[in-house]
C-alpha cells in the first residue's frame, strides 16, 4: 500500500502522513494535554516543598503533550494502517437514544444562551422506552412489531429489576 | 496454619450464610447471563452490573460482585465454545480449540472441562489467596508513600506493557486516565480543577460513567459496524455433559500447569487474566507431543487457558485486598464499588473488618463450586440466550446501562458524561489506542498523586527519595526494566504475535 493513507486533511502537510492513526491519535493527545495545561494554569504550584493543586496536573499535562508529540511524529514517519471509516447511523442513533433518555428521565431546565430549554419530568417508564426504540434503529435490521414488543418487555423488565426488586426511588411516570 | 484455618472458618460462616450465600448465587447467575451475551466482556459486565448492587450490604454487595465478575468470565468461554464469538478477551484462546470441538459434536465435553478446570483452579487460588493475605498485609505495614507511589507506577507499567499495541499509546493513555483522574477538587486544599466551572465535575468524573462509557457504549457501538451474519452458533443439541475418563486423563495435566501459571500471572498488577489465557494455551502447545492438534479442538487447549483465567480472576484480589492496589481494569471497578460502601481497599480491611476480608475469600470458593453446578444444566438457557438477535440485544444494554448509571446518583448529567466516554472510546478504538491502561489509571490516580505529595513533602522536595528508600528503588528498578524491554521493538513484535495468535 503505497503510502495507503486515504486521509483528505493531510493535503496540507508537506510530509505525507504515513500512519495516519497514530499522526491524528497524537495530535488528539496534544490537544487534550493543551486543554489540560490550560485548565490547570490558573492553579497554584509548588509552595515551600509542598505540591500545590496545579503541580501533579501540569507534571502529567506535560508528560502527555510530550508523549504526543512523539506519536504524531512517529505517525508521519512511520508507516501504519489507513483511518478506519467511522460508521454514523450507530453511534448517532445510539447516542441521541442515551441523550433522549438522560433529558426524560428528570427533565431538564437549562438556559442556553439566556433561552429557557425546559423539558418536563417524563420519568423512568417513558424514558426507557424512548430510548430503546431510538437506539434501535441504530441496527439496519429493524423491524417494528418485535422492536416495540422488546421495547415493552425491555421496559417492564427494568421496572421490575429497578424499582420493585432494588427498590430504588425512581419516578415511573410524567409529572408535570 | 491454625490461624488460617480458623480465619477461612471465619469466612465460610460469613459466606455461608444464608443471604450471602444467595447473593452470590445470583451474582454467579447474573454474571453468566450477562458474560455470555457476545460482545460483552467482563469488565463490560461488571461495569454494567455495578448499580445492582449498590443497594446491598457492603459484605453482601461485594460478594455479589465477585459472584458477577467468576460468572462473566465463564459465560465468556460458554459464548466462544458455542459460537465463534468470543465474549471478551480472557476467552479469545478458549475459542481456537472448544469451537472445534464443539463443532465436532463435543460441545458438551468441551463446556463441562471448562467448568471443571475453573473449578479446580478456583480451589486452588482461593487457598492460596488466604494463604497469602496474612503476609502480604504485614509487607505492606513496611509501605511509605515513597513505596506505594512506586508500586502504583509499578502496576500501570504493568498494564502498559501487558496491553496489545504500541507502548507509547497505552502510556498516553495512562497519562490520559491520569489527567482524567485529577478533575475535580483537589483532596487537599479543595480548589476545583480543570472543572471548567461546571458544576457537575466539582465531585470529579465518576469512575463508572467512564467504565460504562469506554467498555459499554463504545462495544456496543463498535459491535454495531459489525455483520451479525457471522455468528456461528452450534445448533446441534449438546449432549454428553460428562467428560469422559479419556478427557480428563488428557485434560488433568493442562489444568495444573495452567492453575499454576494463572495463579502466578494474576498476582502481577497489569496482568491478570487475559494474559494467564494466552500464556497458557502458548505453554501448552509448545510442551503438548502432537502441537497439530492444537487449533483442531485438543481439549488440552480448551482446559489450560480456562484453569489460567479462573486462577487469575481469582489471585488478582491480592494485590487488592492486601495493598489496596488493583492490579487490573475489573479489580479497579471492585475498588469504585468498595469506596462507594466506604471501605478503603487496603491492608487494614483484613485487620478492622475480617468478615468482609474472609467472607470474600470464602465466598470465592463458593460461587466456584456455584459456577460448575449451575452452569452444567443451564447450558440450554444460555445457548437460547446466544439465539437472541444482536439488533434486540443491543438496545436493551443501552437502557439498562442508562438506567444504571442514573441510578447510582439520580443523575441526568452522569448519563449524559457516559454517553461522551462512549464516544471517546469508539474513537480510541479506531486509533488503536486500548481503554484498559486509562481506566486503570484514572483509579489509581487519586491514591497516587496523594503518595506522590506526601513522599515529596516527607522527603522536603528531594524528589530522589524514590530511589533512596531500598524497597521503593527496587519496585522502580523492575519497572524500568519492564519499560525497557517492552520499547525494545523486537519483543514488540514477539508480543504481537503472541496476541494475534
Wanted: with cysteine; proline share 6%.
Amino acid at each position: 500500500m503505497a503510502g495507503g493513507t486515504k486521509s483528505s486533511t493531510g493535503g496540507g502537510f508537506l510530509l505525507k502522513i504515513r500512519g495516519p492513526r497514530d499522526f491524528f491519535g497524537g495530535l488528539a493527545l496534544i490537544v487534550v494535554a493543551a486543554i489540560a495545561l490550560w485548565a490547570s494554569s490558573s492553579l497554584p504550584g509548588q509552595q515551600g516543598f509542598a505540591f500545590g493543586p496545579g503541580t501533579a496536573p501540569r507534571i502529567f499535562a506535560g508528560l502527555l503533550m510530550a508523549v504526543g508529540v512523539v506519536i504524531t511524529v512517529m505517525g508521519l514517519v512511520v508507516k501504519g494502517p489507513p483511518l478506519e471509516s467511522f460508521a454514523l447511523r450507530g453511534p448517532a442513533y445510539v447516542l441521541v437514544g442515551i441523550l433522549v433518555f438522560a433529558a426524560t428521565v428528570r427533565g431538564i431546565h437549562v438556559d442556553v444562551a439566556s433561552i429557557p430549554i425546559v423539558i418536563p419530568a417524563f420519568g423512568m417508564v417513558p424514558a426507557t422506552f424512548l430510548a430503546f426504540m431510538i437506539s434501535i434503529f441504530g441496527s439496519t435490521e429493524f423491524r417494528w412489531v418485535e422492536s416495540l414488543i422488546a421495547a415493552v418487555a425491555m421496559t417492564a423488565f427494568c421496572v421490575g429489576l429497578f424499582v420493585y426488586l432494588l427498590q430504588l426511588p425512581f419516578q415511573l411516570w410524567p409529572m408535570f | 496454619m491454625t490461624d488460617l484455618l480458623a480465619n477461612l472458618a471465619l469466612g465460610f460462616s460469613v459466606a455461608a450464610a444464608p443471604m450471602n450465600l444467595a447473593f452470590c448465587l445470583l451474582g454467579a447467575l447474573v454474571g453468566t447471563l450477562v458474560g455470555v451475551l457476545p460482545g460483552i466482556g467482563t469488565v463490560a459486565t461488571v461495569a454494567m452490573l455495578l448499580p445492582i448492587t449498590f443497594g446491598l450490604p457492603p459484605v453482601g454487595a461485594l460478594i455479589m460482585l465477585a459472584g458477577i465478575y467468576y460468572g462473566a468470565q465463564y459465560g465468556g468461554s460458554t459464548t466462544s465454545i458455542l459460537v465463534n464469538i468470543p465474549g471478551e478477551a480472557t476467552s479469545v484462546v478458549t475459542c481456537l480449540d472448544g469451537h472445534q470441538m464443539a463443532r465436532q459434536g463435543r460441545a458438551g465435553a468441551a463446556l463441562s472441562i471448562a467448568a471443571i478446570g475453573s473449578f479446580f483452579a478456583g480451589c486452588v487460588s482461593t487457598v492460596l489467596v488466604a494463604a497469602l493475605g496474612a503476609p502480604l498485609t504485614s509487607l505492606a505495614l513496611l509501605f511509605g508513600p515513597a513505596e506505594y507511589f512506586s508500586l502504583m507506577l509499578l502496576g500501570l507499567i504493568f498494564a502498559v506493557v501487558l496491553a496489545k499495541g504500541s507502548v507509547l499509546k497505552s502510556i498516553a493513555m495512562v497519562l490520559a486516565g491520569l489527567l482524567l483522574s485529577m478533575v475535580g477538587s483537589d483532596l487537599e486544599t479543595g480548589a476545583g480543577r480543570m472543572t471548567f466551572d461546571v458544576a457537575e465535575l466539582s465531585d470529579g468524573i465518576g469512575f463508572t460513567n467512564v467504565a460504562m462509557g469506554l467498555f459499554g457504549f463504545a462495544e456496543i457501538i463498535r459491535n454495531l459496524e459489525m455483520s451479525q451474519e457471522s455468528r456461528d452458533i452450534v445448533q446441534a443439541k449438546i449432549s454428553g455433559l460428562m467428560p469422559t475418563r479419556k478427557d480428563l486423563i488428557d485434560s488433568s495435566g493442562a489444568i495444573s500447569r495452567g492453575t499454576i501459571l494463572g495463579s502466578i500471572l494474576g498476582i502481577l498488577p497489569g496482568g491478570g487474566a487475559v494474559v494467564a489465557s494466552f500464556a497458557a494455551y502458548t505453554f501448552e502447545k509448545r510442551i503438548s507431543k502432537n502441537p497439530e492438534s492444537f487449533g483442531n479442538g485438543a481439549i488440552a487447549g480448551v482446559a489450560a487457558p480456562e484453569a489460567a483465567n479462573n486462577a487469575a480472576a481469582q489471585t488478582s484480589f491480592i494485590p487488592l485486598l492486601t495493598l489496596g492496589i488493583p492490579p487490573n481494569a475489573v479489580m479497579a471497578l471492585m475498588v469504585g464499588a468498595m469506596t462507594i460502601h466506604g471501605i478503603v481497599p487496603g491492608p487494614q480491611v483484613m485487620v478492622k473488618q475480617p468478615e468482609l476480608f474472609w467472607g470474600m475469600i470464602a465466598s470465592m470458593w463458593l460461587g466456584n463450586l456455584m459456577l460448575v453446578i449451575i452452569n452444567l444444566p443451564l447450558v440450554g438457557v444460555w445457548v437460547s440466550l446466544l439465539r437472541v438477535p444482536y439488533r434486540l440485544l443491543f438496545p436493551s444494554i443501552i437502557v439498562f446501562c442508562c438506567i444504571g448509571i442514573y441510578s447510582i446518583n439520580n443523575s441526568p448529567t452522569d448519563v449524559l458524561i457516559a454517553a461522551i466516554f462512549g464516544l471517546v472510546g469508539y474513537w480510541l478504538v479506531k486509533h488503536d489506542f486500548e481503554p484498559a491502561p486509562l481506566v486503570l489509571a484514572f483509579v489509581l490516580g487519586p491514591l497516587m498523586e496523594e503518595n506522590l505529595r506526601r513522599a515529596m513533602l516527607i522527603a522536603r522536595g528531594d524528589a530522589t527519595v524514590f530511589l533512596t528508600r531500598p524497597i521503593s528503588a527496587g519496585l522502580i528498578l523492575v519497572a524500568a526494566i519492564l519499560l525497557i524491554i517492552a520499547m525494545l521493538p523486537m519483543i514488540s513484535k514477539r508480543r504481537e504475535e503472541v496476541f494475534v495468535e
